[in-house]
């Protein structure tokens, strides 16, 4: 048994040498829109090598790093390998279609496409990249379709396949062949066969274009010979009948074909000859009762791949419903890759589409699969094993529904969507080139025979719904052509090449975005790229010539377009508008000849466009990246700059200029009129080589007004600093005002600048001029600038003979020019001598200066005429000291003259480095100014290491010494000071302070607290007398204060203090000592005797003008008795109380009896409001009846006089009734709360659970799938659903109490698998707060669901968590509503002790209330969940 014999082959080898030829002529030119273009895109962009477009695929270079964009763009290197499937076709019954709906990639995406339409705003695409496909009718194909309908009865078209040739079906079940010059070359079939067989519904043309096969929508397959035109085979029994034929297509072995029919079946048909009969083996490779397969594409490889590993499989995609497969035919049948979608639209159509690629310099090939609006990228490799990996690369997210793919080379695909629009995308970057609306096509579709209406029918509702959009049939592409089928016409979609986008835009008139899209092409970032081959800078050169030629264009429209008449402002803005462009390509393209010659003599003709081109320049200019600018253009620019009186621009572009073929002079002179003094000496330095003129114009300007003493102008002070900086970088080597002085010049430049400076006379100098003019004018001007010029002058001089001499004489001017002069300040002379000190103290110094003139400076600064200037001398001076000079001086002279003329810091100084610590101390006191900081002195020197005891011991001396001063100076300071080092010497400190107010001052710094000083009276050690002292004098200076200083303090003895408090007679102090050592009736008696004293005042005295503040006296004497009886009543049982309360209201009340009710003394409603006071207070700790029994026993009141009482009875009454209210409204309040509380609680245990899915989240499959055992349902409250089976795999249970319980496997902490998937607050619900379990069987009996179990299932905590938990809960406790409830009840019934009182906690009478802490919180009801 053999395959087709050999003069088949023959056949098929003189087909494929004329399509050869063929294909070889097309390469030679262009296709018109009469004939398409067989130019094989890919082969020119991928496996050329010498052409392989580096920058488009992104392949990095060895030697060199890759660039940000490659790396940005290198999407392909994702090596995300999938979990494949059993990989047994075999076993393909098994896998259920059902079971993928939420465990693939798109699962994200799934759900209600309607509603996840992504909006994505793009760019408007034709901007950036010009129309980028051309698009055109086949005229001839199209005629000859209409006319074969018409002619021969053919029908409508249906489907269509390309190769060297076009083969088109149609309904009568013709195929018209058609060449490349579009000529019909054979009419295959009849239309009687057509009335048996239906309609063509699928083509396809083998690799050498010697066979078609045709399939048909009432189920049969015939095969044709292509160059004969005979019908080679019949075949009607390769699927199962009544299905329609949706796909047939020729694998790369010619004598293997695969079909797909409306039953969703897939057979493989196997072509053979035997004996000269031909033959057609089938063989079923997925049935359609597994899920029904509507999409298969073959892995197809080029005649130049051939010998790729990957073909000897020979691969083929199918589409499904519900996954993709990848299966190899070859050598044995396997699964290579199952993948599944996620939910979506049902009527959305899957397509497959395989293509090579080149990622890092290998080839391999990659299948794109959408269904919908995702599409994803799979690239499959085989390794070294032989076995095959599908690698995930980045998908592509879209905002329209898809229902073509196609790819027109490797890196450009063509999508059309449902109402269709084509989108050219560009697949690395994921950016749409452009898209195209092509409803003019009136695009076939293939939905009858999806729905196999030729056959009756007889297919699913999923199948059927998917063809409502199925165009597989009508869209073809072959060698970068994609062709669509109308139903009366044949359209044809390429790649325009990169001169057609250019010049489709110039067509437009849209030139700006020409340059743009041509630029893009010139620097290698343009997308899909056609006609561009050669290395980069041929590339480069090809693109740059043809944008000179759209600059020209663009120069002359702009001037052709500028409007005649109108405003100036609208011919400017016009020319603003295009000028730039013209001016950034030429310097981009590096064209400087071009825009200098040609295009500034075309601009020129126009004065506003030349304005504006000059005012281009600018930027370019300032940033250094125009040089060498023509003579001409220079002097045009200046000039433009300068009639609109720009001048500070005119400053910055001369100094950016190579100004040495201009007019030196008359800039020069523009210069100083506009006095933009840095250009001038710019063009002096550059132009002339000329340094020391500008210096000599500046010093003429600044000299005069100096010399006279005047203050100098603005204006001349910028010059001043300018002169200055320019003599800085002149002596430094640097350029003026940027860049560097040429090397062989730096020497003579430094020499001509010192010879300068140290001129004894100016050029034409005035007979009265002084020695050394420029030396004396720049010391005038700014001497401690002037002199850091000449410090860092001298850094950087090398140590030969020349500059030695420089040097000395130098100082010696400065010298001669500042000591013999005496109108420099004292300032200025420190700065020159602490400049001279520094030099000196130099390891290498050779300058040599007189010491005599050290000691005259010193005698200078410290023997002042007059005092002005102390602290800018003693500054001075301390400069000119740390700078080195001390060495110039005699250090005992020094000191004196120092002492003298009170430099007290210039004393530190030397007395520092002397080590005399001591002496310091004076310095500080003595001087005003930092006196306060002796402190800080002295505690340093004590406490930082590094001084010796001697000099500690001398310190500490002297401190003890000075303490009386310390202590007036700031007493809290010196307190501090004292309790930090001088601890164990209180006593000698008090002894030392004769003076009684400030010890006082000095004793409360360091006793009391609150004066700021923190230390621990303990570690002090202070003897109680100490303290009693400090009372004793506080009794005198501040008796107002004693009460709250008592209450800080800590050691005191309360007899002897109680004696002090009692010599000063302050009886309030005495009560309170009294009480604080429990004599609680002592100090009451003393309270009540000043009581009682006070009310006689009041009740004796007169119309007096006292009244009001003895009557305050009382009010704060009752105050104050008042709350020591409630702070005490407590403590004391009933009779003692009485003794408090009782004699307290008799005192109240005796004053009252004393006046007669005829006359009623002035002040009685104040007493009588007073006496109500204590008895509210009273009636808290005193029983109502006891009140009532002493009020009416009393004498007054026993005579029938109750009237007088009337009142505070009935208000002792009414707060009775207020209070019995508050209780009974808050009982009842709690009481409600706890009610809503509990019915709250009661009513979310019982609430039923409602999962969020129907299927287990640990396996996927569907809880009522399940019914291989009797497996129970788990439902949680955070609405995850698990098989209870499933959940103990995962080991998802925990003991607590003996007791086992479920916890949520997705949002537990232990595992953290699926929290991607669900929000915050769901992962917080299920694994902080206990969450609730429901379990329910997960089959169905025939008795209906049994009763629901439910379990609380609480997640462990560890023990430090445990801990840290009932912290915070004992931090936030307050007391129970039932302890509250209690008390509330006792009080009630116990003998009139009230609760509601501010009176303090005890041991004897512990009460919820009068805790300190007691506040009422109000709990949040529980969460409910809905």
């Keep these: 048994m053999e395959n087709e014999p050999d003069y088949e082959n023959v056949e098929q080898n003189l087909c494929a040498k004329t399509a050869e030829e063929e294909l070889n002529k097309s390469f030679n030119l262009e296709a018109s829109l009469s004939k398409f273009s067989y130019i094989d895109l890919d082969k020119e962009l991928e496996f050329k090598n010498d052409l392989i477009d580096d920058k488009e695929f992104d392949i990095p270079q060895v030697d060199t790093p890759p660039t940000l964009e490659s790396i940005l763009n290198e999407t392909d290197d994702e090596e995300e390998s999938f979990v494949l499937e059993d990989p047994t076709l075999l076993n393909i019954d098994t896998i259920d279609s059902h079971s993928y709906d939420t465990s693939s990639v798109a699962s994200s995406d799934s759900g209600d496409r309607t509603n996840l339409k992504r909006k994505k705003k793009l760019p408007d695409s034709f901007s950036l990249h010009g129309s980028v496909m051309r698009h055109s009718l086949l005229k001839g194909v199209s005629a000859q379709i209409v006319s074969a309908a018409d002619k021969v009865d053919a029908g409508l078209p249906t489907a269509i396949a390309v190769s060297s040739l076009i083969a088109v079906g149609t309904s009568h079940g013709l195929a018209l062949i058609f060449d490349q010059n579009q000529a019909l070359r054979l009419c295959l079939g009849s239309t009687s066969v057509g009335a048996q067989y239906g309609a063509i519904s699928a083509l396809s043309i083998n690799n050498d274009c010697s066979r078609l096969l045709c399939g048909f929508a009432k189920g049969q397959i015939t095969m044709w010979d292509l160059a004969s035109g005979k019908l080679l085979r019949s075949i009607t029994d390769a699927h199962p009948p009544g299905t329609a034929i949706l796909h047939i297509k020729f694998t790369d072995d010619p004598t293997l074909a695969i079909c797909n029919d409306s039953g969703g079946s897939v057979f493989e048909l196997t072509f053979k000859r035997v004996m000269g009969v031909r033959t057609c083996e089938s063989r079923c490779l997925f049935s359609g009762s597994k899920g029904e397969v509507c999409c298969i594409e073959p892995l197809h490889s080029k005649p130049e791949l051939k010998d790729h590993p990957i073909t000897q499989f020979s691969l083929l995609a199918m589409a499904s419903l519900t996954k993709i497969l990848v299966i190899g035919l070859k050598p044995s049948l396997k699964v290579w890759m199952t993948f599944p979608y996620g939910r979506m639209d049902p009527s959305s159509v899957p397509l497959l589409a395989w293509h090579f690629v080149a990622v890092h310099n290998y080839v391999n090939p990659m299948l794109a699969f959408c269904r919908g609006d995702v599409v994803h990228f799979l690239l499959v490799k085989r390794d070294e094993s032989g076995a095959i990996h599908v690698t995930k690369q980045k998908h592509l997210h879209l905002y329209y529904d898809l229902i073509n793919f196609t790819w027109i080379n490797s890196r450009t695909v063509v999508l059309l969507d449902s109402v269709e629009k084509l989108h050219v995308i560009d697949r690395q970057t994921q950016e749409e080139l452009e898209t195209v609306e092509i409803s003019e096509v009136q695009l076939v579709y293939n939905s009858s025979h999806f729905k196999s209406l030729a056959t009756g029918g007889n297919v699913s509702q999923a199948l059927a719904l998917v063809g409502e959009k199925a165009c597989y049939q009508s869209i073809s592409s072959y060698a970068g052509q994609i062709f669509y089928l109308g139903t009366k016409s044949v359209y044809v979609m390429m790649l325009r090449s990169w001169r057609e986008r250019v010049d489709h835009l110039l067509k437009q008139d849209c030139l700006t975005e020409a340059l743009a899209l041509a630029w893009s092409f010139h620097e290698g970032k343009a997308k899909a790229v056609v006609g561009l081959s050669g290395d980069a800078s041929k590339r480069k050169a090809v693109v740059a010539d043809r944008m000179v030629e759209i600059l020209f264009h663009y120069a002359d429209r702009a001037l052709k377009k500028c409007p005649d008449q109108g405003k100036i402002q609208v011919m400017e803005q016009h020319f603003q508008d295009t000028v730039p462009v013209i ?24 004065s506003v466009a030349k304005g504006v081109f000059l005012e281009c320049l600018e930027p370019y200019i300032l940033s250094d990246k125009l040089v060498g600018i023509t003579p001409q253009v220079m002097k045009d620019l200046i000039v433009h700059f300068q009639d609109k009186k720009l001048m500070e621009n005119v400053e910055a572009l001369i100094v950016h200029m190579d100004i040495t073929s201009l007019d030196i002079q008359q800039i020069v002179l523009m210069c100083w009129e506009n006095r933009l003094y840095d250009a001038m000496i710019y063009v002096y330095n550059r132009g002339m ?98 002199l850091n010029v000449l410090a860092l002058t001298f850094e950087d001089f090398k140590n030969d003979k020349q500059a030695v001499e420089y040097q000395q004489r130098i100082v010696d001017i400065l010298l001669k020019v500042m000591v013999e002069n005496s109108d420099f300040t004292p300032s200025q002379v420190g700065c020159l001598f602490t400049f001279l000190a520094r030099q000196l103290a130099k390891p290498d110094n050779t300058l040599f200066v007189n010491r005599t003139l050290f000691d005259q400076v010193l005698e200078f600064l410290c023997s002042p005429d007059d005092d002005s200037r102390h602290s800018e001398r003693q500054q001075v001076l301390l400069e000119l000291l740390q700078a080195g000079g001390i060495v110039q001086f005699e250090e005992s002279r020094l000191i004196r003259m120092a002492e003298k003329a009170e430099f007290y810091q210039i004393c530190e100084f030397m007395y520092e480095r002397e080590h005399q610590y001591d002496k310091i101390i004076d310095c500080y006191l003595r001087d005003p100014l930092r006196e306060e900081e002796v402190f800080n002195y002295i505690h340093n020197i004590l406490s930082i290491p590094g001084h010796s005891a001697e000099e500690k011991q001398s310190v500490w001396k002297k401190a003890m010494d000075h303490i009386e001063e310390l202590v007036a100076l700031k007493p809290c300071k010196a307190a501090d000071l004292v309790a930090t080092h001088f601890s164990a010497q209180i006593e000698t400190v008090i002894q030392k302070l004769q003076n009684q107010v400030l010890l006082f001052k000095f004793l409360r710094s360091l006793l009391d607290p609150r004066e700021g000083i923190h230390a621990n009276q303990e570690s002090l050690q202070i003897s109680p007398s100490i303290t009693e002292q400090f009372i004793e004098l506080l009794c005198q200076f501040k008796p107002h204060q004693v009460i709250e200083t008592l209450q800080v303090l800590e050691c005191y003895r309360l007899e002897e203090t109680i004696q ?9 102090v005495t009560a309170y000592l009294l009480e604080k050592k429990g004599d609680i009736h002592g100090a009451f008696l003393i309270m009540l005797e000043r009581l009682q004293s006070k009310l006689q005042e009041i009740t004796h005295q007169g119309e007096s003008t006292e009244e009001d503040s003895s009557l305050k006296d009382v009010e704060g004497t009752i105050v104050e008795t008042i709350a020591l009886c409630q702070r005490n009543s407590h403590n004391l049982n009933q009779q003692q109380r009485e003794a408090l309360w009782f004699p307290l209201l008799e005192a109240m009340m005796a004053p009252q009896k004393l006046t007669s009710s005829a006359t009623p003394h002035l002040h009685s409603e104040a007493l009588k409001s007073l006496t109500m006071q204590v008895l509210n207070s009273m009636a808290a700790f005193i029983a109502l009846p006891s009140i009532l029994q002493r009020i009416l026993q009393d004498p007054v009141y026993g005579k029938g006089k109750l009237g007088e009482i009337q009142g505070l009875i009935l208000g002792m009454l009414d707060t009775f009734n207020y209070e019995q209210t508050l209780l009974e409204t808050t009982t009842s309040l709690l009481n409600q709360d706890l009610h809503w509380s509990l019915c709250n609680l009661r009513a979310s245990v019982t609430r039923g659970l409602n999962p969020k899915q129907d299927y287990c989240s640990v396996c996927l499959q569907q809880y009522k799938r399940r019914q291989e055992m009797a497996d129970e349902i788990i439902v949680f409250s955070c609405g995850h659903l698990y098989h209870s089976f499933c959940l103990q795999n995962k080991e998802c249970t925990i003991e607590i109490e003996g007791q086992m319980r479920w916890t949520c496997y997705k949002c537990s902490s232990s595992n953290k698998v699926g929290k991607l998937s669900e929000s915050s607050s769901e992962v917080k619900q299920g694994r902080i707060t206990p969450s609730q379990v429901k379990v329910s069987p997960s089959y169905h009996q025939s008795k209906g669901d049994p009763p629901v179990k439910k379990v609380t299932s609480e997640p462990v905590l560890d023990p430090q968590q445990i801990q840290s938990f009932d912290q915070l809960c004992r931090l936030y406790r307050g007391s129970s509503r039932l302890a509250l409830l209690t008390e509330l009840a006792q009080n009630r019934g116990s003998d009139g002790c009230r609760p509601f009182s501010g009176s303090q906690s005890s041991p004897a009478f512990n009460s919820v209330f009068q805790k300190e802490n007691f506040q009422l919180r109000l709990i949040p009801p529980p969460v409910t969940e809905d």
């Design 583 to 606: 001016v950034d390509y030429c310097l981009l393209l590096q064209r400087k000849d071009l825009l200098f010659s040609q295009m500034y003599d075309k601009l020129s003709e126009n």
């Design 1060 to 1068: 002090i408090t009692q010599k000063y007679q302050l009886h309030e």
């Design 689 to 786: 080589n000329e340094f020391i003129s500008p210096m000599e114009k500046l010093f003429r300007v600044i000299a005069p007004p100096l010399n006279a003493g005047k203050a100098l102008s603005d204006e001349q002070v910028v010059m001043g600093n300018k002169l200055l900086v320019y003599i800085s970088c002149c002596l430094a080597g640097r350029a003026y005002p940027l860049g560097d002085i040429p090397e062989d010049l730096v020497p003579l430049v430094k020499n001509q600048v010192f010879e300068f400076l140290i001129r004894l006379h100016s050029a034409e100098a005035s007979p009265e001029e002084e020695v050394y003019p420029y030396v004396r004018t720049l010391l005038h001007f700014d001497t401690r600038e002037f």
